[in-house]
């Protein structure tokens, strides 16, 4: 079984909404923290949110009030929902779990791509 598995990217145009999820198939009491990264490219891949065991949250500050991360505990299930997107969000998007006694998962990752 494949750890972590995310699903939502595609093509939208600029101004536009998607919403991108994440479902942890490791122990969900285990899980410290839950994030979504991202990876333009020719760069290196940034932390765009994260979500905390007791649900705090963090998000780069270019995405402040346009994303907005959750996550369903009972379902281990992680969402990002993206708002008023730019081309400058185009990337690969990662979704990263962070859980006790082993590394770090890594999904496959999923293309979200903004029009201009």
């Known amino acids: 079984q494949v750890p972590v598995v995310e699903s939502g990217g595609g093509l939208v145009k600029a101004g536009g909404s998607l919403e991108l999820s994440c479902t942890a198939y490791?122990?969900?009491?285990?899980?410290?923290?839950m994030g979504w990264y991202r990876q333009a490219p020719g760069k290196e891949r940034d932390l765009v949110a994260l979500?905390?065991?007791?649900?705090?949250?963090n998000y780069a500050d270019s995405v402040k009030g346009r994303f907005t991360i959750s996550r369903d505990i009972i379902k281990n299930i992680m969402y990002l929902q993206m708002n008023n997107l730019t081309p400058e969000d185009t990337a690969v998007y990662y979704c990263?779990?962070?859980?006790?006694?082993?590394?770090?998962?890594w999904g496959q990752g999923t293309q979200v791509t903004v029009s201009s």
């Open positions: 490791t122990l969900a009491s285990s899980i410290i923290a």
């Open positions: 990263n779990v962070k859980s006790e006694g082993r590394r770090d998962d």
């Open positions: 979500i905390t065991r007791g649900g705090n949250t």
